[in-house]
């Protein structure tokens, strides 16, 4: 099954698939600091929430030479070209031959893979600041017949610990260590504190996630951010933005160095990707210990494992305008579009398509400032056929201050089944509750807040679609088998009962969302302003979305129609596939019914 996605990149005749206009900076620094967001940054900020509800999500993703968005870099190096001599033909092995056009290449050039069928036998790292670019990913195809990663993009993982001493508030740039430190400008860090048992507990329903947070010390550090580091004077260090929380001294806050020497301004872009029947493991993107590094413009087939893993060290990196589907395996922790975790932040998954996964885009063991902004998200499938998995949510303590917007997704779910979680924000979403394929009948909800999920938000979102059945919300649940909107306060995965947590509910913020149960609106009472936001992360309409409504889901608008809405651009990609002369639509005809 294929559906070229690098259409975004051809139509360009077509408004509705317009892309945004790529910046021209070749190779990065850091972004320098100012304006309070860091980078030249202005928080884009509502009066609807709490201050220590919202961060400056607009500064996540790509920087090139301090300049917001993906560098277009010349082609440096062919690999079909001598002496690298790649052969495209699908039978000969190039991995040898890719491999030496990648180290030849120079930071700030791409690796140009021409039309071709590229069969390699091992990983294609990438570990410094270049491109491996295709000529789309219906010409260039590269295909992996070994259990291992398609592409890596790593740095070097080195560690430093220090205790800090002040700065360790919400929106300061700059912290105190008590030593004299080792930090450097450019290093990847991440600053945090033992677990605070009011808020962030890395047991939940699964079990202890003693890999949640920082590595190696048994979860109990589930809180905490990635930051890159933009000066160091004396004990001082200042971050290229500033902290998303204020740390308690009584928690010993701490800063760890993750990789002084990232990968910097990398990326994969314009090609198709695949792992062969009969591999058994490897994601076809791997990084970690990256900033500010992209896949764009990329198809992803049957993974192996996940399609794209960001894991520690990854911040502000972005992955946009691709297309994940289909995997080897539906088990545990395989079958994966987008998965986040270990901490990761600041980084930006916009524009994709997500379809017949295991799980879309999930935020796992840790990982904040994350922005998951217009997905089209559509069928996932647990390994137990009749239960709904979602479409995308937070899995592993603990994941915080993650910005939730624009997406088409059929249930959003926070678990506690590894543990807490706390202030993410779900904006504008269309959670359609529905999912084509096999029929599922347990497990049926658009929004799922499990317990120890606190302080999150809900804000403008349209719930379910016309003639959805079941309840707006059941207390007490009296089985797993009645569809519902709301799942909140429960354990992850309760068949019955009562809420087991109340202060999930008590800190739950849901104002101006729309459910096609009561067919109508409903308001926070405490909360008089009914102004939403029309985002939370971009200052206005972005090109790419052409002449489609902005912002696509406003159910209180004047002019909103429950019966006939808006459609953000991925999906309308996805919807009309064949009319843009792609050779696959996939089916829509077996859905189930609830």
């Given at each position: 099954?294929?559906?070229?996605f690098d259409s975004?990149?051809?139509?360009?005749?077509i408004?509705?698939l317009?892309l945004?206009?790529?910046?021209?900076?070749i190779q990065?620094?850091?972004?320098?600091n100012?304006?309070?967001?860091?980078?030249?940054?202005i928080?884009i900020?509502?009066?609807?929430?709490?201050?220590?509800?919202?961060?400056?999500?607009n500064?996540?993703?790509?920087?090139a030479?301090?300049?917001?968005g993906i560098?277009v870099?010349?082609v440096?190096v062919n690999a079909?070209s001598?002496?690298y001599n790649?052969k495209g033909d699908?039978a000969?092995?190039d991995?040898a031959?890719i491999?030496?056009?990648?180290n030849?290449?120079?930071?700030?050039?791409?690796?140009?893979?021409p039309?071709?069928?590229?069969?390699?036998?091992?990983?294609?790292?990438?570990?410094?600041?270049?491109?491996v670019r295709?000529e789309g990913?219906?010409k260039?195809?590269?295909?992996?017949?070994?259990s291992e990663h398609?592409?890596r993009i790593?740095?070097?993982?080195s560690?430093?610990?220090?205790?800090?001493a002040t700065?360790y508030?919400?929106d300061?740039d700059t912290?105190v260590?008590?030593?004299?430190?080792s930090f450097r400008?450019g290093?990847?860090v991440?600053v945090?504190e033992?677990?605070?048992?009011?808020l962030v507990?890395s047991?939940?329903v699964?079990?202890t996630c003693?890999w949640?947070?920082?590595y190696?010390?048994g979860?109990?550090?589930?809180?905490?951010?990635?930051k890159?580091v933009?000066?160091?004077?004396g004990?001082?260090?200042?971050f290229?933005?500033?902290?998303y929380?204020?740390y308690?001294?009584e928690l010993?806050?701490q800063?760890?160095r993750?990789?002084?020497?990232p990968?910097v301004n990398?990326g994969i872009?314009?090609l198709y990707?695949e792992?062969?029947?009969g591999?058994?493991s490897g994601?076809?993107?791997?990084?970690?210990?990256c900033?500010?590094?992209?896949?764009?413009?990329v198809?992803?087939a049957?993974t192996?494992?996940?399609h794209v893993?960001?894991?520690s060290g990854?911040?502000g990196?972005?992955?946009r305008?691709s297309?994940?589907?289909?995997?080897?395996?539906?088990?545990?922790?395989?079958?994966y579009?987008?998965?986040?975790s270990l901490?990761?932040?600041a980084?930006l998954?916009?524009n994709?398509?997500l379809y017949?996964?295991?799980y879309?885009?999930a935020l796992e063991a840790?990982g904040s400032?994350?922005?998951?902004g217009?997905?089209?998200?559509?069928r996932?499938?647990h390994y137990e056929?009749d239960?709904?998995?979602q479409a995308?949510g937070?899995?592993?303590?603990?994941?915080?201050?993650?910005?939730w917007?624009g997406?088409?997704?059929?249930?959003?779910d926070f678990?506690?089944y590894?543990?807490s979680?706390?202030?993410?924000?779900?904006l504008?979403?269309h959670l359609?509750?529905?999912n084509?394929?096999?029929?599922?009948?347990?497990?049926?909800?658009a929004?799922?807040?499990?317990?120890?999920?606190?302080f999150d938000?809900?804000i403008g979102n349209?719930?379910g679609?016309?003639?959805c059945a079941?309840?707006?919300?059941a207390v007490p649940?009296r089985?797993?088998a009645?569809?519902v909107?709301?799942?909140?306060?429960?354990?992850c995965?309760s068949?019955?009962?009562y809420?087991?947590?109340?202060k999930?509910?008590?800190?739950?913020?849901r104002h101006?969302?729309?459910?096609?149960?009561t067919k109508?609106?409903?308001?926070d009472?405490n909360?008089?302003g009914r102004?939403?936001p029309?985002?939370?992360y971009?200052?206005?309409?972005?090109?790419?979305?052409?002449?489609l409504?902005w912002?696509?889901f406003?159910?209180?608008s004047?002019?909103?129609d429950p019966?006939?809405l808006?459609k953000i651009?991925?999906?309308?990609?996805?919807?009309?596939g064949p009319?843009?002369?792609?050779p696959?639509?996939p089916?829509?005809?077996?859905?189930?019914?609830w």
């Open positions: 099954m294929r559906l070229g975004l990149r051809r139509c360009r005749g408004s509705v317009a945004a206009a790529a910046c021209c900076a990065s620094t850091v972004p320098p100012g304006n309070n967001g860091g980078g030249g940054i928080p900020r509502t009066g609807l929430l709490p201050p220590d509800h919202q961060i400056a999500w500064a996540a993703g790509v920087f030479n301090g300049v917001k560098p870099y010349p440096g079909k001598a002496p790649a699908g000969t092995d991995t031959a491999r030496k056009a990648i030849a290449c120079r930071p700030g050039q791409a690796v140009l893979l039309e071709g069928t590229y069969r390699i036998s091992g990983t294609l790292s990438i570990q410094k600041g270049i491109v295709g990913p219906d260039t195809r590269i295909i992996q017949h070994a398609i592409f790593m740095g070097l993982r560690g430093s610990v220090s205790d800090l700065g508030t919400k300061s912290v260590v008590t030593g004299l430190g400008p290093d990847v991440s945090d033992l677990n605070d048992p009011d507990n047991t939940g699964g079990g003693r949640c947070g920082r190696d010390v979860g109990t550090r589930a809180l905490g951010e990635t890159l933009k000066s160091v004077s004990r001082s260090v200042t290229v933005h500033p902290l929380f204020t308690k001294a010993r806050p800063i760890v993750l990789s002084s020497s990968v990398a872009e314009d990707v792992a062969a029947e591999t058994n994601h076809s993107v791997f990084m970690a210990n900033a500010y590094c992209w896949v764009k413009g198809e992803s049957n192996s494992k996940k893993e960001l894991q990854a911040y990196n972005e992955v305008d297309y994940f589907h289909g995997a080897r395996y539906f088990t545990s922790d395989r079958g579009g987008i998965n986040i901490g990761s932040s980084n998954v916009e994709n398509i017949h996964l295991h879309g885009i840790g400032g994350n922005v998951i217009y997905n089209y998200v559509e996932t499938e056929s239960w709904y998995i995308m937070t899995h592993g303590a603990h994941t915080y201050m993650n910005l917007e997406n088409v997704a059929g249930m959003i678990d506690n590894w543990g979680g706390s202030h993410q924000v779900v504008r979403n359609t509750r529905e084509p394929g096999t029929p599922v009948v347990n497990n049926i909800a929004a799922i807040v499990d317990a120890s999920n606190y938000s809900f349209i719930l679609t016309p003639g079941g309840q707006v919300e649940y089985s797993i009645d569809p909107i709301w799942k909140v306060g429960y354990n995965c068949a019955k009962g809420p087991s947590d109340a999930t509910g008590q800190t739950l913020i101006g969302n729309y459910d096609y149960i109508g609106l409903t308001w009472p909360i008089s102004t939403l029309d985002s939370l971009l200052p206005s309409k972005p090109a790419w979305f052409g002449n409504a912002p696509p406003a159910p209180e004047p002019d909103f019966g006939n808006n651009p991925a999906q309308v990609l996805f919807e009309t009319k843009l002369r792609l696959f639509k089916g829509r005809v077996e859905r189930a019914v």
